[in-house]
């Protein structure tokens, strides 16, 4: 199917749509576009030119992925309205999307009264997070869905998930005994571990894990392969043949099988069998089965034959998939005992919403339910559609089957390989495949017109650059060249938009992220304090720089090498605990000191926490001078007096105060930095004990600590 170009003026809005735009391209622009034309009643173009009846906010269907983005929206799209209702009233504007609307229709006076009410409706507007959508759905049409009228939805089904994890747990794992036991222990040393492995798949209920193991008899597949290893121990060890030779005299590839390489194998096999508590040599032992040894044998040719080979095979054609079992039997009875909690709760996760009404729609009256959606909301439009998964994409495939009714898919296909925000590629290119038509927004507003060309002949070097060409295709774009009025000059002159550092040998990954860690760092701190670099007119600054990395570690280093030249930097991708910083844990040995303040251990680590800024010499002089060191104590008892008449945050406002705190982190190393954790970290000690006095504080404040360990413990223990 032809991509055509997409104008939001006279696009038809029918059947199912995909827009696919790439970032800059204006797609908020247009969806509040044609936001604006179903409100007027000019949906349907072309064979169906007539105007359609004006649609309210509350049956235009706008569903996104985040809070943040459903708020821009809506912001957006009541801005534009805003901007239309001016324009009818007045006849005239520099606007060109409005100037078209106001060129196609009469009646002026009444255009602008359905723009003042559909601003004065706003709030109501049907513009919704996919889980905002399905809860409604699951709610307002209870009887058709099959959801309970008094379910309650929690924001965090972690605790249920910990609970489900430690029973299954509990009912798989401590029965076992033996090798079985350390077996499972080597793939998975804690509950956590195998949370870990199978988190992911919590949530995805109509996702099966191939090979299906759930039903698999462990034990008694586990004392079978047993008994294959013990078999093949004694063809080992009562064989007398030479194996290395037979595979030398005989027609296998020699290229794989070399004569110094196969002794070393052998040996490897040997300590295996003369060890009963050795790991089995896997990729030795598969070298050596007899199904590869024919595979690396050409045709014609005599393959190596021996029982010692035929043994491996058995051997290894018996063995447990330990990692595999375990995951799939703990996947499915972790998900039926979630369920069984959440039923006798009456709890909701955010998963279980579009769960729930996916099913509700593949039920005998999911047609039912879907026709009442449609009719509801005849218009749906998904914006990032890119961030779609299966089961989001087969919710609304399920509902919008009427061609009467409308389903526009607003997403950029180059983004859907991000997996970790949601993204499902394949779900991607088969709502490609599967609707009515498709289009693209070609003018990049965002970029310069040099950055825009020099994107677009990088990617054009390559036949398929997204792999998928069929159904991701490259398609450049062209700048609208706003950016181009504040271009990126050195002394006056205009610097390449694309510019490529290559290394002139082969680096290893520490040498790689080293070398070129320090060159950014160093190009940055230039181009900040060579005032010849500017943008426009105005020197650059460190807020007009941005640095993209892979991942985690390419960040530690970049930040690093921006410190050592001095440029403050923030990693906005860091999704790390504040539980898990320096800062928490040193502010839970101030809190306490502060409770004990008498306690001398407990006193000694306060004043040794980097937030006290004290060197070891201070801390050493105050720990010797008896009176300087009863001088601390009765601070610290004032401290703890204060948090019991006023609270955890004016006391530690206190502290800050009379030791000079906050001046002090920040002159130190990432001082501003450290100082944001801590109050943030602070914040939620005050959430605990807030106005709260006398034992009870106390009480809740020593609650809040035993969290707080509790937490960085289990942090600290995660990878």
Not at 202 to 212: A, F
Not at 489 to 518: K, M, V
Not at 567 to 591: G, K
Request: with cysteine; net charge negative; proline share 4%.
């Amino acid at each position: 199917m032809k991509t055509q170009l997409l104008d939001p003026i006279t696009l038809p809005i029918q059947g199912q749509c995909l827009i696919e735009a790439s970032a800059g391209t204006g797609k908020t622009f247009t969806l509040a576009a044609l936001y604006l034309r179903l409100l007027l009643g000019l949906g349907k173009r072309g064979e169906q030119a007539q105007e359609n009846t004006p649609l309210g906010v509350e049956q235009i269907l706008v569903v996104t992925f985040t809070e943040a983005a459903t708020q821009e929206l809506r912001d957006r799209i009541r801005q534009r309205i805003r901007e239309a209702r001016i324009a009818f009233m007045s006849g005239e504007t520099s606007d060109p999307f409005l100037q078209s609307l106001l060129a196609q229709t009469d009646n002026h006076r009444e255009k602008a009264r359905l723009m003042e009410l559909a601003a004065a409706e706003m709030d109501q507007a049907a513009i919704f997070t996919i889980h905002g959508f399905c809860q409604r759905m699951l709610k307002q049409h209870a009887f058709e869905s099959g959801a309970l009228f008094n379910q309650e939805l929690t924001p965090d089904d972690a605790p249920l998930v910990r609970q489900a994890l430690l029973d299954v747990w509990r009912n798989l794992v401590y029965p076992l005994t033996g090798s079985l036991a350390n077996a499972v222990l080597d793939e998975f040393k804690t509950p956590e571990a195998l949370l870990k492995s199978i988190k992911s798949l919590l949530g995805m209920s109509n996702v099966t894990v191939e090979p299906d193991y759930s039903h698999f008899d462990l034990e008694a597949e586990w004392a079978v392969s047993q008994q294959a290893r013990e078999a093949f121990k004694q063809v080992w060890r009562s064989n007398t043949d030479d194996l290395a030779e037979i595979i030398a005299t005989s027609g296998i590839k020699k290229a794989k099988y070399r004569s110094n390489h196969v002794p070393g194998r052998l040996e490897k096999i040997a300590f295996f069998v003369d060890n009963e508590f050795a790991k089995l040599p896997l990729n030795e032992l598969n070298y050596f089965r007899t199904s590869e040894l024919h595979a690396n044998t050409p045709e014609g040719k005599t393959a190596p034959t021996h029982p010692v080979f035929d043994s491996i095979e058995h051997m290894l054609t018996a063995e447990v998939p330990i990692k595999g079992v375990i995951e799939s039997i703990a996947l499915e009875r972790i998900r039926g005992r979630l369920q069984y909690e959440k039923a006798r709760h009456q709890l909701l996760a955010f998963d279980d919403l579009l769960t729930r009404l996916a099913s509700a729609l593949k039920a005998p009256g999911g047609s039912k339910l879907a026709e009442t959606i449609r009719h509801q909301y005849p218009i749906a439009m998904i914006d990032e559609f890119q961030d779609t998964d299966p089961l989001q994409y087969q919710i609304f495939s399920d509902i919008y089957t009427d061609p009467a009714t409308v389903l526009l898919m607003i997403g950029d296909p180059k983004q859907s390989i991000y997996a970790f925000r949601g993204g499902d590629i394949f779900t991607y290119m088969q709502a490609r495949r599967s609707v009515d038509a498709h289009y693209t927004l070609e003018t990049n507003w965002r970029s310069s017109s040099a950055m825009v060309c020099a994107t677009n002949r990088l990617f054009e070097q390559s036949d398929a650059p997204f792999i998928y060409s069929d159904d991701i295709p490259f398609v450049p774009v062209r700048a609208a060249g706003k950016a181009d009025k504040q271009p990126f000059l050195f002394d006056g002159q205009p610097q390449a938009a694309l510019t490529a550092w290559l290394s002139s040998e082969l680096l290893q990954t520490r040498d790689y992220l080293s070398i070129f860690a320090e060159s950014t760092a160093s190009h940055i701190a230039t181009v900040l304090n060579d005032q010849r670099y500017t943008i426009g007119d105005k020197q650059v600054k460190p807020g007009d720089i941005a640095v993209l990395v892979r991942d985690r570690r390419e960040a530690g280093e970049i930040q690093s090498a921006l410190r050592n030249q001095g440029v403050a930097s923030v990693f906005l991708s860091n999704r790390d605990s504040v539980y898990t910083t320096v800062e928490a844990s040193e502010m839970l040995f101030i809190l306490q000191a502060v409770l004990e303040p008498t306690d001398e251990r407990k006193l000694r680590a306060a004043i040794a926490t980097g937030l006290f800024c004290l060197s070891m010499t201070d801390i050493d002089q105050l720990i010797r001078d008896e009176l300087a060191w009863e001088q601390l104590v009765d601070e610290f008892i004032e401290y703890r007096q204060l948090w019991l008449r006023l609270g955890v945050l004016p006391m530690v406002h206190h502290l800050l105060a009379t030791r000079g705190l906050t001046s002090r982190l920040m002159q130190a190393d990432q001082g501003e930095r450290r100082l944001k954790t801590f109050c943030i970290w602070l914040s939620f000690c005050n959430r605990q004990v807030r106005r709260l006095k006398g034992s009870k504080a106390l009480f809740v404040g020593l609650l809040s600590i035993c969290i707080a360990q509790t937490i960085i413990q289990l942090s600290s223990s995660c990878v």
